[in-house]
């Protein structure tokens, strides 16, 4: 199983500099895999302190134009329903920056490790877990099956638990 998480997203840095007095970091937010352009994403700055210094939703083009009050350390939190609102941190900033942030689409599968209770049932009883890789018949396989199969294929967003009632992955 591969690490979910922050660490597959990806900040990709592209530092233009130039000579303007006005300060500002710019630049668009894509979606990591597909590269759509995301907009109504909230985009803040914050110093190094965490205060927030900017803030903007992003247009329809997923752009962002915010204003920089001096040479420091920034980060930039992204939120935006659907998504994991990830926060870049340490960006130097000294001049007028140009950026390009990818965020990740959210995974909406239940992460926990005791069943589940199904949203649409409103019960547990029926959730099983949904086992990955090669599995080898245990005590269990057939009709009263306590376990459901879901390949060999993982991906860092896949459901680990099935409620037969509904017959859903949760
Ligand atoms: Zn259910």
């Not at 329903?81 to 001049?95: K, Q, R």
């Not at 069943?115 to 890789?133: L, N, R």
Request: one cysteine or more; charged letters at 20%.
């Amino acid at each position: 199983m591969f690490p979910k998480s922050y660490a597959i997203l990806m900040l990709i840095l592209m530092i233009g500099l130039n000579r303007s007095s006005a300060q500002s970091i710019y630049g668009t937010v894509t979606e990591l895999r597909c590269k759509d352009k995301i907009s109504g994403v909230l985009v803040q700055l914050r110093d190094s302190r965490s205060n927030v210094i900017d803030s903007m939703t992003t247009n329809t083009n997923g752009q962002f134009n915010l204003k920089l009050k001096s040479r420091d350390k920034y980060s930039i939190l992204l939120t935006c329903e659907g998504y994991d609102g990830p926060l870049f941190t340490n960006i130097s900033i000294a001049t007028d920056t140009s950026i390009n942030l990818r965020i990740k689409k959210a995974c909406s599968y239940i992460n926990s490790s005791a069943a589940p209770v199904c949203p649409i049932c409103h019960m547990s009883d029926q959730v099983i877990p949904i086992e990955y890789g090669l599995i080898k018949s245990r005590p269990g396989d057939g009709a009263g099956k306590k376990y459901m199969l879901g390949g060999c294929l993982v991906s860092d967003c896949d459901p680990h638990w099935y409620c037969k009632r509904d017959k859903r992955a949760l």
